[in-house]
């Protein structure tokens, strides 16, 4: 049996991606700060991201647990409202969590041999990485940069490791972590089912796809926010910032 | 906006691009340099009359308080510019660094950044200023140096979206040089060899930073393309 690893697996896109993971027969283990319920089909380790010590330890347990088949690095948090209304710790919690934990864990997973040679790594991003994200700034730093790791180390890991190296650009999903942080308005059935983006992120990843922009209405979005840069952020400053009516985090 | 005494804050501006920019500055306006190192040290290379706050960014929100009171302390209530410039990176073999080199990097280039934007906005919105982030052309994606390359790309994000929140207050803006002829490169462990030989002196990128910032212009790339044209000759100044 083939071991996974998924971050925030506890809810949303990772509960997703988890369970089809576990459906396909693989051995899950879930990381996250709260407990999945004892129905989930995977086994759980609880962690707080945000806390370096926790993720020493739990890189430490993964290594023993280890060597993964397949690690999806999806936990993530964000903060939205006027950058200025929202304190400056939380903007580092948002950067600790997205950026600094799933870089540490993978490199300290790959350090010590616990990525299977022939498997891969997803990095889940998000779709702000092409559009810019105002309303929401730090999650938008910390998300490009987790993009731009998971693009610089796809080269060294494939030829060392022989581990593929993905990052996923999901659009609005329809989950709590979403709802909680929309603009006031926000029509959820316009947001794609996270069953649905677990299925097309990991069938892009097996075949071994570098960028995975799930969805033809975000793949659209990320050529439009390539193409014309500020004209996107500013779209997104009109459907977002615009219609924040609270700052959340 | 030339003309006018500035108040102006830059991190990182004892060596390389940033003592450049330290140097060109600092006879035309009021300068405020954060760095890490001891203030006797500091004091040695900075000209005559710079103010200095030792505030090591690897640990983000001590730093992040001790600028604050140092601003305060020079009684500025208002501040021009924020160039936030300091930068680390280490250079690792198959693109796996340590668990403490991706924190150092993190923490001095971009989250200590993150932070400081939200801590000197009050300022930067009294003097209707500009906030300076200084990225790199590796934002793009780097094997030799994966840490780096993501702080540089999430300074890029963090200013895209920052320039459209504050677009009527404060003018925020990312410059990304190209390879320069500095101390980072011994500093992060590696040696560029004979491609060193082509990288920009400090100088002429310093001054096409400065013109980019009188511009208010984001993003910037100053690099190979400028220079060529000029860009370090002819770049408008602060
Ligand atoms: N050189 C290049 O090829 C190149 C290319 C693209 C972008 N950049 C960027 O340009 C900026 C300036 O780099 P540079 O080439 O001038 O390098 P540099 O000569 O090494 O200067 C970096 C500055 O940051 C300071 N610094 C380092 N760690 C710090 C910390 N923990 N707390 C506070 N200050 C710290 C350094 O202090 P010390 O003086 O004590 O070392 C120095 O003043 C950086 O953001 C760099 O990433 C450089």
Sequence with gaps: MTRALVTGASAGLGRAIAERLAAEGHDVTGVDRDHPGAEAPFAHIACDLA??????????????????????????????????????????????????????????????????????????????????????????????????????????FARTLGVTVSAAFPGPLRTDHAARHAPAGADAEKRMAPDVAARLILAEAARGRAVIVPGARARWMALAGRIAPAAVTGAMRRIVYDKLDRAVW | MAGGRRAILITGGTSGIGLALVRRLAPRHDLLVAGRRAPDDAAAVLPQGVRYVHAPLTTPEEAVRTVAEAVLKAGWVRLDNAILNAGVGFAVPGGIETAGQIRATLDVNLTASVMLARTLHPWLARAGGTLTLVGSVARRGQGLFPAYAASKAGLHGLARALRSEWRDTVAVQVIHPGPTRTGMHAKAGHDPGRLGAVFLPAGPVAAMIEGAIAARRSPVTVSHGRFVAGGALWSRRL
Excluded: W
Excluded at chain 1, 117 to 146: C, E, I
């Design chain 1, 51 to 156: 806390d370096r010590d926790s993720v020493d330890a739990l890189a430490a347990r993964l290594i023993e647990d280890g060597p993964f088949d397949q690690t999806v690095l999806n936990a993530g948090i964000s903060a939205t409202g006027p950058f200025e209304a929202i304190p400056a710790k939380a903007h580092a919690r948002v950067m600790a969590v997205n950026a600094e934990a799933p870089m540490v864990l993978c490199a300290a997973l790959a350090r010590a041999g616990a990525l299977s040679r022939g498997g891969r790594v997803v990095f889940v991003s998000s779709l702000s990485h092409f559009t810019g994200y105002p309303g929401a700034a730090s999650y938008a730093a910390a998300k490009d940069a987790l993009a731009v790791y998971a693009r610089s180390i796809r080269k060294p």
